[in-house]
């Protein structure tokens, strides 16, 4: 089986065709942005779905590490995660409205929300040309959280997203960024 074969463990690129220190200094880079962003906002504005900083880290990943993944990166992660934010709202309320007019499939009607939430956001991510993976994650972050979604949570995906898209451009533009990918 070809994915069970022996593989290397460390990616040939590094010191050949990308130098080592490239690997540490965009992990770096992530990791502060990620820092300042969220120490920042919630000075402001504490969180109330923490779940979405998962799906803000694997935004961040493709930020500084997949680089070249896409063409359009930036326009990817924004028209990506307004996907998944509207889809997943969506359908916290129709999860929520659904288990109301039948509380004994309270569960089965979660899981079908939590497997819409995907489903739905990738086909429309796909068929509106803002494929971004992470976005899937935002969508069923919204339905998994069980309180009422919030404008705050809202708005922190869409204000995060335009964050790297502008950071992305902004170190692709100065030469600061290597796709590690």
Not at 65 to 85: A, D, H, M, W
Not at 150 to 178: M, P, Q, R, Y
Request: charged share 10%; aromatic share 14%.
């Amino acid at each position: 089986m070809k994915f069970l074969e022996a593989r290397q463990l460390f990616d040939f690129k590094i010191g050949t065709r990308v130098p080592v220190s490239a690997y540490i200094k965009q992990s770096l880079m992530a990791t502060f942005f990620l820092l300042i962003f969220f120490m920042v906002w919630n000075h402001f504005i504490p969180l109330s779905n923490q779940i979405i900083f998962s799906a803000v880290a694997s935004s961040t990943f493709l930020t500084f590490i997949s680089t070249g993944i896409y063409n359009s990166l930036s326009s990817k992660i924004i028209g990506g995660q307004l996907i998944g934010v509207l889809v997943g709202v969506v359908l916290w309320f129709a999860w929520h409205s659904a288990s109301i007019s039948f509380p004994q499939f309270h569960d089965e009607i979660f899981i079908l929300a939590l497997a819409l939430s995907t489903g739905i956001a990738l086909l429309l991510m796909s068929v509106l040309d803002f494929e971004h993976p992470p976005a899937a994650g935002t969508a069923m972050a919204f339905v998994f959280n069980s309180n009422q979604p919030a404008a705050t949570d809202v708005l922190f995906i869409i204000v995060c997203a335009i964050s790297l898209g502008i950071t992305h451009n902004w170190l692709k533009e100065h030469f600061l960024l290597k796709d590690l990918n």
